[in-house]
């Protein structure tokens, strides 16, 4: 079972048991860097925050989670991670995608994670397939822009629907605080608005019964 802020998650063998039919959406969050903590990890996670607020549910796949064996094509073997990550994705009615921006483009570690995503080539909803999609980049400079505009194309690729708004931060000029209550009150604002619009077209993508 998956454990996300308010409660358990079915295991994907058995989608239709364990949330009941008023639980709120699934949203689960990719990202981060391998150094736990980090300025897109806290990104990820005031985003998340921002729809459970909308009264979502959520988890969080961080730096320990995505430390993920490099992805090989035709590889049946799954380390545990893995089939979490895969697991909680085949659940999510939305998710939260962050990367820091390295050398103009998306991370390895985040990359290697959506390759993973290939696993779900035969499900239902196979890749990103109905679910809304929020996009958060972080770097040191201008070039979180057009890594911006690389991430929404690799969920377009992966037939997810990018929010409205994406979101890329200059870390040079924005501070993200550890617990988000004296960062950069635009950005802020910007992340919130992400979380919120997850949660609102989850809800209009899933099906009611």
Known sequence: MLETNQGSVPSVENP???ASADAGPLIVGIGGTVR???STERAVRAVLAASASAGARTLLLGAEELQLPLYAPGESLRTPAARQLVEA???ADGLV???PAYHGGVSGLVKNALDYLEDLREDARPYLHGRAVGCVVTA???QAASTLAGLRSVVHALRGWPTPLGVAINTESVTLA???SDGDPHVTAQLAT???QV???ARMSTPVG
Request: no cysteine.
């Open 16 to 18: 239709g048991v364990g």
């Open 36 to 38: 736990s903590g980090s």
């Open 89 to 91: 994705v085949a659940l």
């Open 97 to 99: 995608i962050g990367t």
């Open 140 to 142: 040191r400079g201008t």
């Open 178 to 180: 550890s617990d988000d």
């Open 194 to 196: 992400v979380g919120r």
């Open 199 to 201: 949660v609102e077209f």
